[in-house]
């Protein structure tokens, strides 16, 4: 089946504890990136990555790192969660090419307290 | 700086009339525009999408349109069925931003019977 796998679902956490949320597709699309989604905001796109080892900063990307060295996989790094980290996560990927829609996973909440 | 707005953060329709979901757009630069779908516990799923060249486009129960000189878009839904019952995300890109999607902040529909 295709999809895009996030783990952990849930997770709470305390400020300053470093953390890593992963995110794998299986269709081999070369596009990726991360939103976060807060009430009254909608999604914000935090980062993405056109390719292996490409990735550029979207709408919101401080406090947060990523890495691209597998196609299928890009983790989405907090080194040291504030509360205002808290929100719920979504991982996406498409096919290049501009206009393919964006297939999104199921989502992470996350807690810092 | 909200460049996609969606003004109605609930709407309420009878299951088999039409649902009329709107959405405006501040960036005259944005040239395509989607619907998502997103039940609860799940990612968004993409709907429909149209491209700025045209003012209309049609799936099934669902017919986007799209007013360039007024920078509004707006999703129609026809029958309503309680299964549509969602949140839904108007987006909008520009071409050659590597397929950056600004997001409204979503407009919760509710099917009753």
């Known amino acids: 089946e295709a999809q895009v796998t996030q783990n952990p679902r849930y997770l709470i956490t305390v400020t300053g504890k470093k953390l890593t949320v992963t995110c794998s597709q299986n269709m081999n699309h070369e596009y990726m990136s991360w939103y976060r989604q807060d009430p009254g905001l909608g999604l914000r796109q935090i980062y993405y990555?056109?390719?292996?080892?490409?990735?550029d900063k979207g709408d919101v990307p401080e406090g947060y790192k990523v890495s691209r060295k597998e196609k299928r996989n890009f983790p989405l790094i907090l080194e040291s969660p504030s509360p205002n980290q808290t929100s719920l996560y979504f991982c996406?990927?498409?096919?290049?090419?501009?206009?393919?829609?964006?297939?999104f996973g199921p989502g992470t909440r996350l807690l810092v307290l | 700086d909200q460049q996609v707005k969606q003004n109605s953060p609930s709407l309420s329709v009878q299951e088999g009339r039409i649902s009329i979901l709107n959405c405006d757009y501040t960036?005259?630069?944005?040239?395509?525009f989607l619907w998502y779908k997103k039940y609860p516990a799940e990612g968004p799923t993409f709907l429909i999408s149209?491209?700025?060249?045209?003012d209309k486009n049609e799936d099934g129960r669902f017919t986007v349109f799209l007013n360039k000189s007024a920078k509004h878009l707006s999703l129609h839904i026809v029958p309503s069925q309680p299964g549509d019952s969602a949140v839904y995300f108007c987006?909008?890109?520009?071409?050659?931003?590597?397929?950056?999607?600004?997001f409204g902040t979503g407009t919760r529909l509710q099917v009753t019977l």
């Open positions: 990555s056109m390719n292996v080892e490409v990735t």
């Open positions: 960036n005259s630069m944005f040239d395509y």
């Open positions: 987006a909008a890109s520009v071409t050659g931003t590597a397929s950056k999607l600004t």
């Open positions: 149209i491209s700025s060249i045209k």
């Open positions: 996406a990927s498409r096919p290049s090419g501009y206009q393919e829609t964006q297939y």
